[in-house]
């Protein structure tokens, strides 16, 4: 009916133009809302308010022009002028039968749209380090990301999804260090592990299967490995020190090749578990995108020297900073440290440099709340390196909190004292995970609320709305039990028999379904598709408590059935795209 509308004021305007009644060089999008309160139609436009000055006239005057040339439709019984301006259109409420014939044609496929044919757009979420399993607050960015990607893939865009693995950097070396002390220990050696060590039970597993496959290979006694070492923090001494020397200490004694070859086992473990675990809730990507392959390939000096061309960078005190506070940044940045290491940073503006050489219209990155400061360095990268950073989309994700009873649940990596995603997952099951994840604002802060992810009640709202498509499957198993013959067509013919108030209603909240789908593809608001299934499933399991399907009047009887199979389809839709299960039995 928005199409059609549309259609309606652009023939008005149209009309107003060739009439010389309206004068404009460029007509703006039209935008059409659905109306709030009955008594105002059911759709509304403020276009004359939008092209009132540019027309120099007054709104309501413009309005009232655009009403009288609006053509008549059998769609539109009434439509009127209200406030300043604002036009509203009253719909006969038999157009809204279409809305089932419309379902049934296109079924998988209704609510698909085209509005973003020809864009390509990159969507790169999660990205947690690989130093350890993926906790409860990585599913929130994991659920939220994937589900962004998938709804605009719905609305027609070319959408690549991307994990980027920082393999490269500090943490990987206290992880690869964490790992081979664990080691040491299975090789029978004592010792105090060191406080900013990665203490999970999986580095304990990682640093087994070494000894176990390599034997003493890569054994030094630990008098060795803590000569000359500074002290810890529970010794009085400063652990990030104490942490570096080790590192140090491990790449002396081992040599690097043996580091390395540490290193990897400890990456490549933890990644396949990681791929795994995302595969498990429903994540996939077409790509992993390697940080050390940006040091590797020469992409990271690559860009730098763009940026240094640009007159971008300098040296001060032994190191080279990037000038980001003459791009909107708060201060300027070290991409290049004194040691000659390059900094996250560096690695940061290559890769985004990269994304762009690869032609991406849009570059969307889903990040945890906490990395809001990072974004206007990395927009001064992205201006720096000649390229508009209005291409770059931030999206934010607060991380998700656990609560056990009254007990707050810490997670913490580095100590090991977290629960897993996929402790979540075994306990709530995917579908509750993913739901819970995406049913709020991703800025917005979340607690999650354990016993109501488990519950079977229709306070549980995944629960809710799987159980309106269950009984949907339901109501059709009892169509054979009772020996009834459905007759799909005999119900198409028969559809103005719908004139209960529950069932416009519902016909109503079906035509709503492409609207919600753009709308939260194109705002990135994945709990705008789940509040509108929510609703589908409150008029349904209303309409189910009210009336019986299944009566001896074959027309009405099928009209019926034929309106709780489109529910049953848009309910499948939506799931499908959250990537929830439509259970038949519950």
């Given at each position: 009916m928005k199409q059609t509308i549309e259609t309606l004021i652009l023939q008005a305007v149209d009309t107003l133009k060739a009439n010389g009644d309206l004068d404009i060089n460029t007509l703006p999008a039209v935008t059409i809302e659905r109306s709030r309160d009955a008594q105002h139609g059911d759709f509304a436009t403020n276009l004359a308010l939008i092209l009132a000055k540019a027309a120099k006239t007054n709104p309501r005057q413009l309005a009232e022009?655009?009403?009288?040339?609006?053509?008549?439709?059998?769609?539109?019984?009434?439509?009127?002028?209200?406030?300043?301006?604002?036009?509203?259109?009253?719909?006969?409420?038999?157009?809204?039968?279409?809305?089932?014939?419309?379902?049934?044609?296109?079924?998988?496929?209704?609510?698909?749209?085209?509005?973003?044919?020809?864009?390509?757009?990159?969507?790169?979420?999660?990205?947690?380090?690989p130093t350890g399993p993926l906790h409860v607050g990585h599913g929130r960015g994991a659920a939220y990301g994937?589900?962004?990607?998938?709804?605009?893939?719905?609305?027609?865009?070319?959408?690549?999804?991307?994990?980027?693995?920082?393999?490269?950097?500090?943490?990987?070396?206290?992880?690869?260090?964490?790992?081979?002390?664990?080691?040491?220990?299975?090789?029978?050696?004592?010792?105090?592990?060191?406080?900013?060590?990665?203490?999970?039970?999986?580095?304990?597993?990682?640093?087994?299967?070494?000894?176990?496959?390599?034997?003493?290979?890569?054994?030094?006694?630990?008098?060795?490995?803590?000569?000359?070492?500074?002290?810890?923090?529970?010794?009085?001494?400063?652990?990030?020190?104490?942490?570096?020397?080790?590192?140090?200490?491990?790449?002396?004694?081992?040599?690097?090749?043996?580091?390395?070859?540490?290193?990897?086992?400890?990456?490549?473990?933890?990644?396949?578990?990681?791929?795994?675990?995302?595969?498990?809730?429903?994540v996939n990507y077409q790509h992993w995108f390697s940080e050390q392959q940006l040091v590797d390939d020469g992409s990271v000096e690559k860009a730098l020297n763009r940026l240094r061309d640009g007159g971008h960078l300098y040296e001060k005190d032994g190191a080279t900073w990037f000038a980001s506070s003459e791009l909107g940044d708060e201060k300027d940045r070290v991409v290049v440290r004194e040691n000659g290491q390059y900094t996250y940073f560096a690695s940061d503006i290559a890769y985004h440099h990269h994304k762009l050489e690869r032609g991406f219209d849009q570059l969307i990155n889903v990040w945890g709340a906490d990395h809001h400061?990072?974004?206007?360095?990395?927009?001064?990268?992205?201006?720096?390196?000649?390229?508009?950073?209005?291409?770059?989309?931030?999206?934010?994700?607060?991380?998700?909190?656990l609560y056990r009873g009254e007990e707050k649940v810490q997670m913490s990596t580095r100590s090991g004292e977290f629960v897993t995603l996929r402790q979540l997952r075994n306990e709530v099951g995917k579908d509750a995970a993913r739901f819970f994840y995406a049913m709020r604002r991703s800025e917005q802060?979340?607690?999650?609320?354990?016993?109501?992810a488990t519950s079977k009640t229709n306070e549980n709202p995944v629960f809710y709305v799987q159980y309106a498509y269950a009984r949907v499957c339901s109501v059709l198993r009892q169509l054979d039990e009772k020996g009834f013959q459905r007759n799909v067509q005999l119900g198409m013919d028969n559809l103005t028999l719908l004139s209960a108030e529950h069932e416009i209603a519902l016909l109503g909240t079906l035509a709503r379904y492409a609207e919600a789908l753009e709308k939260a593809a194109l705002q990135h608001e994945p709990h705008l598709l789940i509040n509108y299934l929510r609703d589908v499933a409150h008029e349904f399991h209303t309409y189910y408590n009210a009336h019986q399907f299944l009566v001896e009047d074959a027309p009405l009887r099928d009209a019926r059935l034929n309106l709780?199979?489109?529910?049953?389809?848009?309910?499948?839709?939506?799931?499908?795209?959250?990537?929830?299960?439509?259970?038949?039995?519950?």
């Amino acid at each position: 009916m928005k199409q059609t509308i549309e259609t309606l004021i652009l023939q008005a305007v149209d009309t107003l133009k060739a009439n010389g009644d309206l004068d404009i060089n460029t007509l703006p999008a039209v935008t059409i809302e659905r109306s709030r309160d009955a008594q105002h139609g059911d759709f509304a436009t403020n276009l004359a308010l939008i092209l009132a000055k540019a027309a120099k006239t007054n709104p309501r005057q413009l309005a009232e022009k655009i009403l009288a040339a609006l053509p008549a439709h059998n769609a539109v019984t009434k439509v009127e002028l209200a406030g300043p301006g604002f036009i509203n259109f009253f719909i006969n409420p038999a157009a809204q039968y279409a809305i089932i014939n419309t379902i049934h044609e296109q079924g998988r496929d209704f609510g698909l749209s085209t509005v973003g044919s020809g864009k390509k757009v990159q969507v790169e979420f999660v990205s947690a380090n690989p130093t350890g399993p993926l906790h409860v607050g990585h599913g929130r960015g994991a659920a939220y990301g994937s589900v962004v990607a998938d709804l605009l893939q719905a609305a027609g865009f070319e959408v690549e999804r991307e994990y980027y693995v920082n393999d490269a950097g500090r943490q990987m070396d206290i992880l690869a260090t964490s790992v081979w002390l664990r080691y040491l220990e299975e090789c029978g050696e004592v010792f105090v592990f060191p406080s900013n060590g990665y203490r999970g039970d999986y580095v304990r597993d990682i640093a087994a299967k070494i000894h176990k496959n390599s034997a003493n290979a890569y054994h030094q006694p630990i008098a060795a490995v803590l000569d000359n070492i500074p002290a810890d923090e529970p010794q009085g001494g400063d652990k990030e020190l104490h942490i570096d020397a080790l590192i140090a200490k491990a790449k002396i004694l081992l040599g690097l090749e043996n580091y390395r070859a540490v290193f990897q086992v400890g990456l490549h473990d933890i990644l396949e578990d990681i791929k795994a675990d995302l595969s498990e809730f429903g994540v996939n990507y077409q790509h992993w995108f390697s940080e050390q392959q940006l040091v590797d390939d020469g992409s990271v000096e690559k860009a730098l020297n763009r940026l240094r061309d640009g007159g971008h960078l300098y040296e001060k005190d032994g190191a080279t900073w990037f000038a980001s506070s003459e791009l909107g940044d708060e201060k300027d940045r070290v991409v290049v440290r004194e040691n000659g290491q390059y900094t996250y940073f560096a690695s940061d503006i290559a890769y985004h440099h990269h994304k762009l050489e690869r032609g991406f219209d849009q570059l969307i990155n889903v990040w945890g709340a906490d990395h809001h400061g990072y974004i206007p360095r990395v927009r001064a990268a992205i201006r720096a390196l000649g390229a508009d950073d209005n291409k770059l989309k931030v999206l934010l994700v607060q991380f998700a909190t656990l609560y056990r009873g009254e007990e707050k649940v810490q997670m913490s990596t580095r100590s090991g004292e977290f629960v897993t995603l996929r402790q979540l997952r075994n306990e709530v099951g995917k579908d509750a995970a993913r739901f819970f994840y995406a049913m709020r604002r991703s800025e917005q802060h979340m607690d999650f609320d354990l016993k109501l992810a488990t519950s079977k009640t229709n306070e549980n709202p995944v629960f809710y709305v799987q159980y309106a498509y269950a009984r949907v499957c339901s109501v059709l198993r009892q169509l054979d039990e009772k020996g009834f013959q459905r007759n799909v067509q005999l119900g198409m013919d028969n559809l103005t028999l719908l004139s209960a108030e529950h069932e416009i209603a519902l016909l109503g909240t079906l035509a709503r379904y492409a609207e919600a789908l753009e709308k939260a593809a194109l705002q990135h608001e994945p709990h705008l598709l789940i509040n509108y299934l929510r609703d589908v499933a409150h008029e349904f399991h209303t309409y189910y408590n009210a009336h019986q399907f299944l009566v001896e009047d074959a027309p009405l009887r099928d009209a019926r059935l034929n309106l709780v199979c489109a529910v049953k389809q848009v309910l499948a839709n939506g799931l499908g795209l959250l990537n929830i299960t439509t259970p038949e039995t519950m």
